[in-house]
């Protein structure tokens, strides 16, 4: 069946540096376009940053651009997430997620829109 793993996440000090990873099983990874998400305590499920089937189009959060890099290795069936000059607000559940459907090109960043979804990986940034 489907599913995600994420891993990497861990507490780091504001400045610092973490790089999480997401691998599939049981689908072909190139078919899906793939995106990061996140869950603080007490808000909504965001989007962080999505990319698409080729791994040559990307978004991101307005919070997180210029900081965090999503890639993809489709070979290797993993998504990535670099995060640098982390932030004590970038503390929460991070969240790989995959998306069927749709064009080569697209990179849609609504929830809702995602099919299957990791159980999530805790990042706390804190001195």
């Known amino acids: 069946q489907v599913q995600l793993v994420e891993s990497g996440g861990g507490l780091v000090q504001p400045g610092g540096s973490l790089r999480l990873s997401c691998v599939a099983s049981?689908?072909?990874?190139?078919?899906?376009?793939m995106g990061w998400f996140r869950q603080a305590p007490g808000r909504e499920r965001d989007v962080v940053a999505t990319i698409n089937k080729r791994g040559d189009g990307t978004y991101y959060a307005d919070s997180v651009r210029g900081r965090f890099t999503i890639s993809r290795d489709n070979a290797k069936k993993t998504v990535y997430l670099q995060m640098d000059s982390l932030e004590p607000e970038d503390t929460a559940v991070y969240y790989c997620?995959?998306?069927?459907?749709?064009?080569?090109?697209?990179?849609?960043?609504?929830?809702?829109?995602?099919?299957?979804w990791g159980q999530g990986t805790q990042v706390t940034v804190s001195s």
């Open positions: 049981g689908f072909r990874l190139y078919y899906y376009t």
């Open positions: 997620a995959a998306k069927s459907g749709g064009s080569t090109s697209y990179v849609p960043s609504n929830v809702a829109e995602y099919d299957y």
